[in-house]
């Protein structure tokens, strides 16, 4: 029963999917992955998650825990960024808030707030107080507040905008958590700061020594007062790195549309610009039982090497000849491409045993 119940479920939500299914959460979403298996499990009757009415699941508020809510979150963990930016800060009394919303209003980037999983209370922050929790924290570095959410994935994004308040002339220890358990590596990185009078170059080599960062470019501090000229014209005296676009190759074949991502060769770039021009559809003739080859209308660069070819891998034969593999074999060629989300098995059967004509188009995401 419960596995006939699991796929009503499933079969749901791709029905809801394919429909285009939209609705937006009222309020604020407060959930993990966890919670979607949790509710799942909870549906199912599983009496190890016997939800008490608290949790934030009830997304499209109807007033009922089902295969739409589990739709939605699904939905919203796996949201692709709409920037390249994202706007990361902690604010416990709204100073730095004030700036970040300044930040994503000029730069249009994203948003991720950083809250504790214990919350600051005002006693917390009372700094004349040695044995408040913020001085606590501070005079001990190796400390480690938990954040009650991190983000899902900072991929897709290539500027990190990190905004805190200076305690006691650095970051906040919360700072640090997040710094170490997320990947920051291939990031430009761009600290912002509220603060009384303290300035920001501290915490900068504080997080400067705390992980591997990309490009960790000069901050800046801001009063409370900062107003909206004051930190556009500092956004505008920064160069930013330009949104990469990932340009791809879709392939139409017996009804289907596969998806190719193109190799790092001259042969790849010069397709793609004939690409750009007009879609390219091409006859391809059975060759060997693991390959279709067809004749391109013009020659390509060739930097031909041996290539043990795998299914999946699209290649140029002696500068005028397009390859689509589905087997394996072993020659000199020159990478053009390579197909994905696709096993050998699908490719065999999509392709079939004769000839077959297959469209060429660019998909630039």
């Known amino acids: 029963m419960k596995r006939f119940l699991a796929i009503l479920c499933a079969a749901a939500v791709c029905i809801l999917l ?6 937006r959460a009222a ?38 825990w089902n295969a739409t809510d589990i739709t939605l979150m699904k939905q919203e963990l796996h949201t692709v960024p709409q920037s390249n930016m994202l706007v990361v800060y902690f604010s416990r009394t709204g100073n730095t808030e004030k700036i970040a919303e300044e930040i994503i209003r000029s730069t249009g980037a994203d948003r991720f707030v950083i809250e504790a999983a214990q919350p600051y209370s005002d006693a917390d922050i009372r700094y004349q107080d040695d044995t408040c929790r913020a001085n606590l ?8 507040p938990e954040i009650a959410q991190m983000p899902a994935s900072l991929d897709g994004y290539d500027v990190i905008w ?11 220890r919360i700072i640090d958590t997040f710094l170490e358990n997320v990947d ?51 956004i505008d005296g920064m160069e930013l790195p330009v949104k990469k676009t990932e340009t791809k190759i879709q ?7 596969l998806t190719a991502v193109p190799a790092d060769t001259e042969a790849a770039a010069a397709l793609a610009e004939k690409l750009r021009t007009e879609p390219l559809t091409l006859k391809l003739d059975e060759y060997g039982g693991f390959e279709k080859v067809g004749k391109l209308p013009w020659a390509l660069p060739r930097s031909d090497s041996q290539i043990s070819a795998q ?41 079939g045993s004769g000839d077959v004509t297959v469209t060429l188009s660019l998909d630039a995401e």
Do not use: H
């Open 311 to 351: 299914a999946g891998d699209i290649l140029l034969y002696q500068g005028n000849q397009m390859t689509i593999f589905y087997g394996e074999n072993a020659w000199s060629y020159t990478r053009l491409a390579r197909l994905e989300n696709i096993t050998q098995a699908e490719l065999a059967a999509l392709f």
């Open 137 to 144: 924290e501070q005079n001990d570095k190796s400390v480690r």
């Open 162 to 172: 990190l905004g805190y308040p200076i305690w006691w002339g650095e970051e906040p």
């Open 27 to 64: 309020g604020k979403s407060d959930y993990s992955k966890q919670d979607v298996q949790k509710l799942l499990r909870f549906l199912l009757g599983d009496p190890a998650d016997d939800l008490t009415g608290e949790e934030l699941y009830d997304l499209n508020t109807d007033g009922t």
């Open 18 to 23: 394919a429909l285009g299914f939209r609705v």
């Open 251 to 257: 392939i139409s074949v017996n009804g289907q549309t």
């Open 184 to 234: 920051l590596s291939e990031k430009t990185v761009i600290p912002f700061c509220t603060s009384g009078s303290s300035g920001i170059s501290t915490s900068e080599r504080n997080i400067r020594a705390l992980v591997p960062i990309g490009d960790l470019r000069a901050g800046k501090r801001f009063a409370a007062s900062a107003s909206a000229a004051d930190i556009q014209t500092w």
